[in-house]
């Protein structure tokens, strides 16, 4: 709060903004939306989250909603478009309706698996990177490994590694 004597003489009250921290470090001011902070940090979230003046979007599979929607909270705090599927043919329909640069999906879920759905999605978009994610480790998932556009994240799996996975499949 910031007192400042008017020019009439009275004293004029003005109330400063609401403002709240993010996960990436910066703040955001609640009252227009406007990034404050280090320029370093924002310019970093910036190409981040833009290819071309728009959001990167990424397709997240899975069945487990509650990892789902913090998989989508942890993405969406750093600025990419979430487009989010309970199954690997919800998410079939959804990639076509959407310009989708990265699919994170689950390996097992029930119908059709992971890797089905990853070879149907690349096989309308071989520009799609795939995240592959899991609890289980047997050998289908290091078969993955080779692929540039392709890597693994075993499950349980922190915030940042999350997103380190995330960019580095998006810079590839």
């Keep these: 709060m910031i007192d400042r004597p008017g020019s009439d ?3 004029r009250v003005h109330l400063a903004k609401a403002v709240q ?3 990436a470090g910066s703040t955001r001011d609640e009252g227009s939306g406007c990034a ?3 320029s370093a940090v924002l310019l970093q979230q910036e190409s981040r989250r833009r ?7 990424i397709l997240l ?3 487990d909603a509650s ?15 979430v487009v989010e599927a309970a199954s690997a ?14 699919l994170l999906t689950d390996m097992r879920m029930p119908g ?8 149907a999605v690349t096989a309308n978009n071989p520009n799609v990177a795939v995240l592959f994610v899991s609890g289980v480790i047997d050998e289908d998932t290091g078969r993955e490994r080779g692929n540039a556009r392709q890597a693994f994240l075993q499950k349980p799996a922190t915030p940042d590694a999350l997103l380190a996975s995330v960019e580095a499949l998006l810079r590839a």
């Design 36 to 38: 404050l902070g280090t």
């Design 21 to 23: 921290v993010t996960p």
């Design 89 to 102: 043919e919800e998410a079939l329909a959804l990639s076509v309706q959407h310009d989708v640069e990265l």
């Design 9 to 11: 003489g009275a004293t």
């Design 61 to 63: 599979v899975d069945d």
């Design 112 to 119: 059709m698996n992971g890797k089905e759905l990853a070879a």
């Design 67 to 81: 990892l789902r929607k913090l998989m989508r909270i942890i993405l969406a705090a750093q600025g990419y478009e």
């Design 51 to 57: 290819q071309g003046g728009r959001l990167r979007t």
